[in-house]
């Protein structure tokens, strides 16, 4: 698979604001950081299938962990070529190969995901869960300490979340506790699907027996797309949904929420932690 990426890295943009102090009635005019948010079209072999708002950087990653998380393309190396195809950098498009038989493009454009939601404008309820794996039979396990010391050092591996405090983050690491990527976005299911892009541009056929970790809300989307990655362990420094929590259950993943300081949820799966 060959694949052109740019610009390589998540941006911001310098902003001017009004800075007021409630306290002291006080206001001075200051310059800041802000994310930036534009639309993502993805295509596959020249049809567009899904409009996603993200944070530019990482668009090939997130293309293709798109493509895989949602099942359209069930095997990367069915992706002859990934590329950016307009001037502007919002464009991305896939080729497969003519006689891939894991490929399964919508019969429409079903997709139009906003920034905090994955799953928006899919043309079914049934097109809302796909056929997820079960991860019941990997056997990882990491100390409960290990999960904590990892969320401590979530803000060391946001560097555009220090810049301008709007943005969210998925994170993978091995069973030792390794960071082996992360990646922001402005919407949570897309810094997701960029790190799973990153996985599999890298030569991951799975994430078998490795974690993520994640910085906002857990809901059914993000518990989706990490299963399709398989990958057993989940933790987030919020909480999950019920319709989350129940796939988590059903799928033998382990999911963990408000990891904070020394303390944690285990909502499932707890024998991987011990």
């Known amino acids: 698979m060959s694949s052109t990426q740019r610009p390589p890295g998540s941006r911001s943009d310098e902003y001017a604001k009004l800075n007021t102090s409630a306290r ?15 639309p993502l079209e993805i295509r596959l072999s020249g049809e567009p299938i899904a409009v996603t708002m993200r944070t530019p950087g990482h668009d090939i990653e997130l293309a293709l962990g798109f493509l895989f998380s949602e099942n359209i393309v069930g095997d990367a190396d069915e992706i002859i070529s990934i590329a950016h195809c307009d001037e502007n950098g919002n464009v991305v498009e896939a080729h497969v190969d003519p006689d891939a038989q894991q490929v399964h493009p919508p019969a429409q454009r079903a997709f139009f995901a906003n920034s905090s939601c994955g799953v928006c404008g899919k043309a079914s309820i049934e097109a809302v869960r796909l056929h997820t794996p079960s991860v019941a039979d990997d056997t990882t396990h990491i100390a409960p ?5 990892l969320a401590s050092g979530l803000r060391e591996l946001q560097p555009l979340f220090r810049e301008t405090g709007s943005l969210h983050a998925a994170a993978l690491f091995d069973p030792a506790g390794h960071a082996l990527c992360a990646r922001e976005d402005v919407g949570r299911h897309n810094a997701v699907d960029k ?41 987030s420094v ?14 033998g993943m382990t999911l963990v929420g408000f990891l904070r300081d020394d303390e944690m949820n285990i909502y499932t799966g707890g024998q991987r932690l011990s």
């Not at 200051?30 to 994310?35: C, D, K, L, P, Y």
């Not at 300490?145 to 010391?149: D, M």
């Not at 919020?238 to 799928?251: I, K, T, V």
Request: with cysteine; charged share 25%.
């Open 145 to 149: 300490e290990l999960l904590t010391r």
């Open 195 to 235: 790190l799973i892009g990153w996985a599999l541009s890298e030569g991951f056929g799975d994430l078998a027996g490795h974690l993520m970790l994640v910085s906002g809300r857990c809901g059914f989307e993000i518990v989706q797309k990490t299963l399709m990655a398989r990958l057993p362990i989940l933790a």
């Open 238 to 251: 919020s909480g999950p949904s019920s319709l989350a929590l129940d796939l988590a259950r059903d799928s």
């Open 24 to 38: 002291d009635a006080k206001h001075r005019r200051e310059t800041g950081r802000i994310v930036i948010e534009e």
